[in-house]
């Protein structure tokens, strides 16, 4: 058995903060002279979103984006007074609590009169931005019904209610970089900020580029840009990895084996036996699982272990996966060093896991687990763990 490293861990989220701040200092440059915000909602992708908010304003982001007013004031509970926005809302979203938390409030039309309602109350213009849809179909106002909102806001705002402070949108398809909808959009965009000016709001920021918005469209940068998948150094497209972006990515999701024995040809594996060896083999037990966030249908990616890559095989387990070595020899690995994906060279990505599972990089590490300790260093990690910079979350 391989001795254990001076680290003990079974499985572990190794997040990069210097990496979140080498990727937000990328975007910065990128897009100048518009401004960053870095989206944290969903616990930062699954990174941890107060350790990755602030290592994100360290590196020069001037907002943060989240989709929860509660989200946002988790931020502030932690000590963070950076701008926040939050956008999705139900009639039972804290707006008061917003307000006292001085988190801005992104606003599609219904919200407009209970965001007005609480300002009453704490006795607080509300900070807003109104969205227009420019063609995604989810949240944002109608073009059709722009100017009534425009015009509500418009008198909320003469009566000392709210201040309008942006206008923003977002590209449905700017991960398809040749596709005519984000032209589209763009135009529509310019058109809705066009009309909200004429009415006299004087905006702040004007933001509609995503991620692969700002890599890919200059001209959709406009006032900020909203950076959610980069920052944590995952690519937004089908074939381009991250450092093709010049990008790092932060999370490396690593275990350790848990058992390790020699089997015959023909033995099945995992549940439903729909995987059998094809040869006298070595399985692999890691112990994760889909309880870990693991995708059950994750069979046929890889991981690294000893700086070779090996299958995933059989159907993943809530606690636990199997790999085969494809391999008559017998090593001992018990407690050898697995890598499920990172940024090193012999380990699989998250694009990887995600081709297998056959969905996409920003769910396989949004769903990594609460079970999976969070351990945050500073620089590229070793495999003994790099420089702890902060407690686990």
């Not at 937000?24 to 941890?48: C, I, N, S, T, W």
């Not at 989810?138 to 206008?167: D, F, K, M, S």
């Not at 870990?292 to 890889?302: E, H, L, M, V």
Request: aromatic share 6%; charged share 25%.
């Amino acid at each position: 058995m391989k001795p254990a490293s001076s680290e003990s861990f079974e499985r572990q989220a190794l997040i990069d903060l210097e990496a979140v701040r080498h990727n937000v200092r990328h975007f910065l440059e990128v897009a100048q002279p518009a401004r960053v915000m870095a989206v944290v909602k969903a616990d930062g992708y699954g990174h941890g979103a107060v350790p990755v908010a602030k290592a994100a304003l360290e590196a020069g982001a001037a907002w943060l984006g989240v989709a929860h007013i509660t989200e946002a004031l988790a931020l502030r509970a932690a000590g963070i007074d950076a701008p926040i926005l939050a956008w999705l809302h139900t009639p039972e979203s804290d707006f008061t609590a917003a307000l006292t938390a001085n988190v801005d409030i992104g606003i599609s039309g219904w919200e407009i009169d209970h965001v007005a309602a609480a300002a009453k109350e704490v006795q607080r213009p509300a900070r807003v931005h109104l969205k227009i849809d420019t063609g995604m179909g989810r949240n944002g106002c109608t073009p059709e019904r722009w100017e009534e909102l425009i015009g509500q806001a418009t008198a909320y705002q003469e009566e000392g209610l709210l201040r309008v402070v942006g206008v923003f949108s977002h590209l449905a398809v700017a991960d398809e970089p040749r596709r005519p909808e984000t032209d589209e959009q763009i135009d529509r965009f310019r058109d809705a900020v066009a009309l909200a000016e004429d009415a006299g709001l004087d905006l702040e920021v004007r933001h509609l580029a995503n991620t692969p918005g700002t890599l890919s469209r200059p001209d959709a940068h406009f006032d900020m840009v909203r950076v959610g998948l980069g920052i944590y150094g995952l690519s937004p497209f089908e074939n381009e990895r991250p450092a093709d972006l010049k990008l790092r990515p932060a999370m490396t999701l690593r275990s350790r084996v848990a058992n390790c024995k020699r089997v015959l040809q023909g033995q099945g594996v995992s549940y439903g036996l729909r995987y059998k060896t094809d040869a006298p083999s070595t399985l692999v037990l890691v112990p994760m699982g889909y309880g870990d966030g693991i995708p059950r249908t994750a069979s046929g990616a890889q991981v690294e272990i000893g700086g070779k890559r090996y299958d995933v095989v059989g159907r993943v387990a809530m606690d636990q996966f199997v790999v085969d070595l494809r391999t008559a020899e017998s090593p001992d690995l018990v407690g050898e060093e697995v890598t499920l994906f990172g940024p090193g060279e012999d380990a699989p990505g998250a694009e990887d896991w995600a081709a297998a599972a056959g969905t996409i990089n920003y769910e396989i590490v949004t769903r990594i687990s609460p079970r999976v300790p969070r351990v945050y260093v500073d620089g590229e990690a070793s495999n003994d763990g790099g420089v702890p910079a902060g407690s686990d979350a």
